[in-house]
T-cell receptor
Framework: AQSVAQPEDQVNVAEGNPLTVKCTYSVSGNPYLFWYVQYPNRGLQFLLKYITGDNLVKGSYGFEAEFNKSQTSFHLKKPSALVSDSALYFCAVRDGGSQGNLIFGKGTKLSVKP | EPEVTQTPSHQVTQMGQEVILHCVPISNHLYFYWYRQILGQKVEFLVSFYNNEISEKSEIFDDQFSVERPDGSNFTLKIRSTKLEDSAMYFC?????????????FGNGTRLTVT
């Protein structure tokens, strides 16, 4: 079965510092991986995806993610964090055997302090 | 940028009552989804819908749940007889295609509180 793990409930970063939000996955076939962000009282916003190709994927708001097949990881990164990046971040894997169903991790709360 | 719109933003209902949650997907999208997020827990898949029929549903989506596309724009989720454990944030999503390249676009959600 497909699954996603986000090992950290919360990540705290000082503004201007680099940030990493971790995600590992388990799939039976090719991984199709996504990151979404959820701001308070808002829906999930698509950040970026990995389908195939370059292991470093660039997305919205300066975020990027690195796909590592040997470590089955897809960590979200940003070189310089902003206070406005504070939100809940979800890693998700697309279940290739279904009709496009997304399987989400439990989410990681990112807190960026000035 | 086109958005998925959900109404109401917050719905309070008594146990045993029927509720209908409303969604207007992005206009050129063909695939529609409902997810839910119980407070403090994961976002969970409920159902996907294409061409006026359910494509896939999860174990959560039992006989108490139904979906409908009553006209060309709306996509509704009905819970026939609500239970306390149905309290959650319900998210509607749509995608242009069913391919893995096509990301899901989510609405802001409806917070359902069952008392």
């Amino acid at each position: 079965a497909q699954s996603v793990a986000q090992p950290e409930d919360q990540v705290n970063v000082a503004e201007g510092n680099p940030l990493t939000v971790k995600c590992t996955y388990s799939v039976s076939g090719n991984p199709y991986l996504f990151w979404y962000v959820q701001y308070p009282n808002r829906g999930l916003q698509f950040l970026l995806k990995y389908i195939t190709g370059d292991n470093l994927v660039k997305g919205s708001y300066g975020f990027e993610a690195e796909f590592n097949k040997s470590q089955t990881s897809f960590h979200l990164k940003k070189p310089s964090a902003l206070v406005s990046d504070s939100a809940l971040y979800f890693c998700a894997v697309r279940d290739g055997g279904s009709q496009g169903n997304l399987i989400f991790g439990k989410g990681t709360k990112l807190s960026v302090k000035p | 940028e086109p958005e998925v719109t959900q109404t109401p933003s917050h719905q309070v209902t008594q146990m045993g009552q029927e509720v209908i949650l409303h969604c207007v997907p992005i206009s050129n999208h063909l695939y529609f989804y409902w997810y839910r997020q119980i407070l403090g827990q994961k976002v969970e898949f409920l159902v996907s819908f294409y061409n006026n029929e359910i494509s896939e549903k999860s174990e959560i989506f039992d006989d108490q749940f139904s979906v409908e596309r009553p006209d060309g724009s709306n996509f509704t989720l009905k819970i026939r007889s609500t239970k306390l454990e149905d309290s959650a944030m319900y998210f509607c999503a749509s995608s242009e295609a069913r391919t893995v390249n096509s990301p899901l676009h989510f609405g802001n959600g409806t917070r359902l509180t069952v008392t």
